[in-house]
């Protein structure tokens, strides 16, 4: 079975204290994240690293704080979860090509990583049968991508200790929504047995 790991959003701003949209503790998935994403290439998955990238007056900037602002380090992803082999796919939409990529940076400019021009040919490209997300937020941006995979057909898993919250239930509403749509639940050593 084919499989793409799906990880969202774990760029500096969120994961860490001095983030301009920090989430609290996200810093503690840093380990999980590394492992699932070191497991991917091991075993020759592809990872697609959705990451928000925003112009300086960015719409979002109405109902959040400005974050992950181009070109600034809140906007990089940590060294530990960035991949050897990556290629970065814009909000233009074009061509796709990964080049052997193991990581496939996909800039979103919204919440719904599905507003992204380019992720349904990069899903066409990938052609996977499954689907594996984690990151953050869980009831935002985790949502929206664990959702919007569902409904492609496709099986997907939630790896539920590798996502980070900002409100509690919300998350659980999240996840009960998840698998009342079909979704599974897993967790880092599930998904990296050997």
């Not at 949209?21 to 492992?35: H, T």
């Not at 599905?114 to 990069?122: D, G, Q």
Request: aromatic share 8%; proline share 6%.
């Amino acid at each position: 079975m084919s499989t793409v790991f799906f990880d969202i959003d774990t760029q500096i701003d969120f994961l860490f204290p001095t983030g301009a949209l920090y989430v609290p503790d996200a810093e503690r998935l840093l380990p999980a994240l590394q492992r699932l994403n070191q497991f991917a290439v091991a075993h020759n998955i592809p990872v697609v690293s959705s990451t928000c990238a925003h112009a300086e007056e960015d719409p979002e900037f109405q109902d959040w704080p400005p974050h992950c602002v181009i070109d600034t380090v809140g906007q990089a992803k940590p060294a530990e979860l960035l991949l050897e082999r990556r290629v970065v796919v814009s909000t233009r939409p074009g061509s796709i090509a990964l080049n052997g990529a193991q990581q496939i940076i996909l800039e979103k400019q919204q919440l719904d990583l599905f507003t992204s021009p380019n992720l349904v040919p990069l899903l066409d490209v990938l052609h996977a049968e499954e689907y594996f997300v984690y990151g953050v937020v869980t009831e935002y941006c985790v949502r929206f991508a664990a959702l919007g995979l569902l409904a492609t057909g496709k099986r997907v898993q939630l790896v539920t200790d590798a996502i980070q919250t900002l409100k509690q239930a919300d998350s659980d509403r999240t996840l009960q929504e998840f698998t009342a749509r079909g979704g599974k639940l897993t967790t880092v050593s599930e998904v990296c047995v050997q």
